[in-house]
C-alpha cells in the first residue's frame, strides 16, 4: 500500500496539530478503538469457529449449528450522549 501525501497537506496538518495539540491524542485514540473493534471482531470469529468446529460457510452431513449470518458491530464506538 502506498500512502500518498503532500506537503501542503502535511504543513496543514501540523499546523493544526500547533493550534490544538490535544487534536493528535483524539486521532490516537480513534486509531487504537479501529484496531481494538477489529482484534474483537477476529477473536470472536475464531471462537465461533472452533465452537463449530469449522470455517464460515462450511456445511457438514447432520450438523444442526450454522452461521446465520453477521452484520458490522461498533465495539468501540462512543456514544453521542456518552460523558467525555
Known sequence: MKLG???PEL???FKE??????QIFEMIRLDVRDIVG???TAMMNA?????LGRE??????GDINHRNG???????KI??????
Open 56 to 61: 464460515p460457510y462450511v456445511r457438514g452431513k
Open 47 to 51: 471462537d465461533l469457529t472452533c465452537f
Open 11 to 13: 504543513v496543514k496538518v
Open 17 to 22: 496539530i500547533q493550534k490544538q495539540p490535544e
Open 70 to 76: 453477521s452484520y458490522c458491530r461498533n465495539f468501540t
Open 5 to 7: 501525501v503532500s506537503v
Open 79 to 84: 456514544p453521542q450522549n456518552a460523558p467525555p
Open 38 to 40: 477489529d482484534y474483537m
